[in-house]
């Protein structure tokens, strides 16, 4: 049967290129849906509680999506005139960025003080250029002390001070025509980061001897982009190269290398086609699937046209040997495609959508890889000429001989691998969590460089939210709350993680000494709720266009938000920290008890969640892929038997992570699920020669273990090599959920191969007898359906 | 034929001379049409209930009282007392308007028993957290804005309108520019729709129910305020308008506060 598809793909080659252009190009048309979305909401599912949690928390609260921008002096002087002037300039020029609603800096904080028994609400400072060394003095005093100030907007040392602006982007816009469309978060994002840029390059040039750094939401948003753009533009060059020279050296002829590329981009073009049709939103992680597609695409490519290629050095004719070589290759290319994407589609179960995504994109590229390697391939492959070159390969010998070897030491080989493999399983628990989202990206993105300078001068970027929520109207003035709320701060900021808290009741106590001559017995919080209500009222009536206490308080004063900012701590850190405001919560003010919400936590969540979710997801294709296995080899013993070369690699490679890194997260839960797909790959090729020789040859475990080395052994050893250099190129990326995937799943296919060659052969001799228990029924059904 | 044109280009050309005003001009005449027209009332009151929403729909109450005399040659006099939320009741409001000065404020808050002047400046902020400024509710002199008349459109309930740009004039506005429906009839401020320091468009105020006072003044019974840029909103319904009631400035002073 397969023959004969053979046979008719060569004599309808025509028909089959033309169609297979014409399909690739209506596939391709679906390109035009396409978008990428950086927004970081993207890695969160619907209904995931702290993301809503959080979002409950954006709707009661001015929004929090902000660009920081930090002004660093030269010398390290922010409270003298020209500082302060650039300051006072910039804030102005701030608000003048797209869906800026906020701008908060040290040169338009709202203080408050007693002039002669009034309460005064103005800026810190108006016209720096003229302001005398007494002023400075005075505003430096004020901004040190101030905590909604300290560790915030200006740092202790006095040495960098930043502004902050806040955006709110609208969800519809209004088109000229008045008509209500969808925005795109992604332009809108794009169009603050020039205008901030803009605003970048104009104070370093006016003001030379300040450096400016820029981070906030808005910017890591945009850095999810301009990381895929550099990954694009550096990794998917770097890996087609790598892989055109690979297939060259392997095949030594232009014809199969120029076909093989073929097939690859057409894989890559069809599936974010499809994707574009299936409406796949791109992302940082989706925009690694090139690479992934390209690799192993790859592999198909390599057998049919190794084995056409050989034939036509042993004298067949070109279209004959292409007959032949389908024979041969469509099953164990069929099934290793569907195991490949059966792995693929497993991370459906991932708790993040861009994973969800990226297997499905990946899917489709393997699947429409295989596709264009049995219609495609062997139409162009024929209608291109072939240089005929002979030439020996030693290869085979250094096979037959390792082949020797591992017999020769398969009992050291079995207790020796054995012990390693137990060993670095042993290892997997001293990986330890961490998704810190700025060490998403490395030191290439400008995003990581200047946030990892503020977090070092100025304050943390990582930050908790709690929202406060009281039973009445105005509760928030009431004096057991405040009270309550002011022993949380206070209690919060004994905390060793802790940099920052802010909160209402600093201003409350500020409010009821200005209210009292500015006298510093009354720096407390005011003695009644009508008190504290009244005193609220008058500072709010005396506060700026877009500076009200909508950041702290709702409009029913019912809630207040406490945003406490942390050190650059770890995920453990933060859930330990987490865990402990609860649990003080509960033990303290149980009735005010809120729930953390904020992309720290979210991220602080993620890798945790996604390794339950994708235990599921590992779990159905394990399944579904030994079920292929049985089938394909015929016997349920080897199908569990194939259980260790599949799932060992794996265990020992987040082993030898433990050793090399140790940190694991949202990305590489999905790596064990993925990875099965591929590295059964090699069992399938490698067992199905072994069965070959075992039952059709009739050979004994050992020989057949010689017969699988020799036929199968260097199209196994070149592919992995060229999956792993395919993955090391992704481990390059600049974003770390690409490059700790692509990093590990090279470890994972490399130890695959280890295993196959040291493991699997001396096991499978080892275990020779309880193999074939059963064989004779199997052999006999395997003669009936090779005499057909 | 050749006549007829003539005459008709002389009179075109003639009565655009006639009437070339400058849209400037033509914007100012219209802001000082409506002055005069609201001009008189002496006096009056009312009841305000504000209802402020949020993004996620929840709403919060506030409810005032409204005293305003009418300024002669400087701006109104008027005092605010609030009745809700419950905290602040008793706490009343004491605002004398001017052009471009900064205008005076007192607050007088029961807890405390004391009169308190708002340094204020800034009335580009929310009053009392609501999508109104200090700046929207104020008396609309007629010289805190430059005008440029921009068209007549349609507006309202079948009425005609005056389209005027408006710019503020006082440095600590938080605007750059007001487009006001005025409708041509009566002068009545239909809806303004309110642009930022960077010149979006931040919120839109449309006043509905109009009824005409003391067989003069119009006021609108519900002023409905949406920002655009937050979702927020702000509805403000008044009832039971008084207009010469006999207050004077006697009523409008700092002692009067407390009462």
Redesign the interface.
């Known amino acids: 049967m397969i023959k004969k598809y053979a046979e008719s793909v060569i004599k309808l080659r025509w028909v089959l290129l033309i169609a297979s252009v014409v399909l690739m190009l209506i596939a391709a048309s679906g390109a035009k849906n396409l978008f990428f979305n950086n927004d970081y909401h993207i890695f969160f599912s619907e209904d995931d509680p702290r993301l809503k949690a959080f979002e409950d928390l954006q709707n009661t609260y001015t929004k929090n999506d902000n660009v920081i921008l930090v002004l660093a002096p030269k010398d390290g002087v922010v409270f003298k005139t020209d500082t302060l002037a650039a300051i006072e300039d910039v804030t102005e020029r701030a608000w003048q960025t797209p869906y800026s609603i906020r701008v908060d800096s040290l040169s338009n904080y709202q203080h408050s003080e007693s002039v002669e028994d009034d309460m005064s609400v103005a800026n810190l400072y108006e016209e720096a250029s003229e302001l005398s060394a007494d002023d400075l003095a005075r505003i430096k005093d004020i901004a040190l002390n101030e905590p909604l100030l300290r560790h915030r907007l200006i740092s202790e040392k006095a040495h960098v001070s930043s502004i902050n602006i806040t955006m709110e982007f609208p969800k519809e816009i209004q088109d000229e025509n008045g008509v209500t469309k969808a925005a795109d978060p992604t332009k809108q994002v794009s169009e603050v980061v020039t205008e901030v840029r803009k605003l970048k390059s104009y104070i370093e040039k006016t003001y030379p001897e300040i450096t400016v750094y820029l981070s906030g939401i808005v910017m890591l948003n945009n850095a999810f982009g301009e990381a895929t753009i550099y990954d694009m533009s550096h990794l998917l060059p770097m890996a087609l190269l790598l892989i055109l020279i690979t297939v060259y050296l392997l095949l030594r002829s232009i014809s199969g290398t120029i076909t093989t590329l073929l097939v690859i981009v057409f894989s890559v073009v069809t599936a974010f086609g499809l994707a574009g049709w299936l409406g796949i939103q791109l992302s940082s992680p989706v925009m690694s699937a090139p690479v992934i597609i390209l690799t192993l695409a790859v592999a198909d490519c390599v057998h049919i046209l190794s084995t056409w290629l050989s034939e036509i050095r042993h004298g067949k004719d070109k279209k004959l040997a292409m007959v032949e070589s389908l024979r041969v290759n469509f099953m164990p290319v069929f099934l290793t495609s569907l195991t490949t994407a059966i792995g693929f589609l497993s991370l459906n179960t991932s708790d993040a959508p861009p994973f969800r995504d990226l297997g499905n994109v990946a899917a489709m590229g393997v699947l429409a890889a295989f596709i264009f390697s049995i219609f495609f391939l062997p139409a162009i492959a024929t209608l291109l000429p072939v240089k005929e070159q002979k030439k020996e390969t030693h290869t085979l010998k250094v096979m037959s001989s390792f082949a020797e070897w591992v017999i020769a030491k398969q009992k050291a080989l079995l207790i020796g691998m054995s012990s390693i493999a137990v060993l670095l399983i042993v290892l997997i628990p001293i990986n330890e969590l961490n998704d810190v989202f700025v060490e998403y990206f490395d030191d290439r993105i400008e995003f990581r460089r200047d946030t990892d300078f503020i977090s070092q001068n100025l304050t943390g970027i990582y930050n908790i939210e709690y929202s406060i929520n009281t039973e009445n109207t105005g509760d928030i003035a009431d004096p057991d709350v405040l009270a309550n709320i002011k022993k949380f701060t206070d209690w919060l900021n004994t905390q060793p993680e802790v940099i920052h808290v802010n909160t209402v009741t600093d201003t409350f106590t500020r409010l009821n000494k200005n209210m009292h001559g500015d006298d510093k017995s009354f720096y407390r919080l005011p003695e009644s709720r009508e008190m504290a209500a009244q005193y609220l009222l008058l500072y709010e009536m005396s506060l700026p266009f877009g500076l009200d206490l909508n950041n702290q308080i709702d409009i029913d004063k019912k809630s207040t938000r406490i945003t406490v900012t942390l050190k650059t701590i770890s995920t453990q850190q933060v859930l330990d920290i987490e865990t402990r405001v609860d649990q003080w919560m509960d033990e303290n003010i149980p009735k005010l008890k809120a729930i953390g919400a904020s992309p720290t936590i979210m991220f602080a969540h993620i890798g945790m969640k996604n390794i339950i979710s994708m235990i599921s997801g590992t779990t159905i294709a394990l399944v579904l892929i030994s079920l292929i296995l049985v089938f394909a080899l015929k016997s349920w013993r080897y199908g569990l038997l194939s259980l260790i070369p599949n799932l060992v690699p794996a265990g020992m490679a987040f082993g030898i992570w433990a050793i090399i890194n140790g940190e694991i997260g949202l990305a590489l839960s999905v790596v064990t699920a993925m990875t099965l797909g591929i590295v059964v790959d090699d069992t399938i090729h490698f067992l199905s020669k072994y069965l070959r020789a075992r039952r059709e040859k009739g050979l004994g475990a050992e020989d057949a273990v010689r017969y699988a080395f020799s036929t199968v052994g260097v199209a196994l050893w070149v592919t992995s090599v060229a999956l792993v250099a395919g993955f090391l190129v992704l481990a390059t990326s600049s974003f770390k959920l690409n490059s700790g995937m692509g990093l590990l799943t090279a470890i994972v296919i490399a130890i695959a191969l280890i295993v196959d060659f040291l493991l699997l052969p001396p096991l499978l001799i080892k275990l020779d007898a309880w193999l074939n228990k059963d064989s004779k029924v199997t052999e006999t059904v395997l003669a009936e359906i090779k005499t057909k | 034929m050749k006549i007829k044109l003539l005459l008709a280009t002389v009179l075109t050309v003639s009565s655009l001379g006639l009437y070339a005003e400058t849209p400037a001009e033509k914007g100012l005449k219209i802001a000082q049409a409506a002055d005069v027209s609201d001009q008189g009332f002496s006096d009056f009151t009312a009841n305000m209930v504000m209802t402020?929403?949020?993004?996620?729909g929840?709403?919060?109450r506030r409810i005032i009282r409204i005293k305003t005399l009418e300024g002669k040659g400087d701006g109104d006099k008027s005092l605010s007392l609030?009745d809700e939320?419950?905290?602040?009741k008793g706490?009343a409001?004491l605002t004398f308007s001017h052009g471009l000065k900064p205008d005076d404020?007192w607050?007088y808050?029961?807890?405390?028993k004391r009169v308190?002047?708002?340094?204020?400046?800034?009335k580009?902020?929310?009053?009392?957290?609501s999508e109104f400024?200090?700046e929207d509710l104020g008396s609309q002199e007629v010289e805190k804005y430059t005008y440029k008349y921009l068209k007549e459109e349609a507006c309202g309930s079948g009425w005609k309108c005056h389209v005027v740009e408006r710019t503020p004039a006082y440095k600590?506005s938080?605007y750059t520019k007001q487009v006001a429906w005025i409708d041509t009839k009566e002068y009545r401020p239909v809806k303004v729709m309110y642009y930022?320091?960077?010149n979006?468009l931040l919120k839109t105020l449309n006043a509905t129910g109009f009824k005409q006072y003391a067989g003069k003044h119009w006021r609108p019974a519900t002023m409905a305020m949406q920002n655009?840029?937050?979702g927020?909103s702000t509805i403000l319904q008044w009832t039971n308008y008084k207009f010469k009631t006999g207050l004077n400035n006697r009523d409008f002073n700092k002692k009067s506060l407390a009462r």
């Open positions: 402020l929403k949020n993004r996620a929840k709403t919060s609030f939320p419950a905290d602040v706490t409001m404020q607050l808050l029961p807890a405390l308190k002047r708002i340094n204020s400046r800034n580009s902020g929310p009053f009392m957290g400024a200090f600590y938080g930022d320091r960077k979006s655009h840029q937050t927020k």
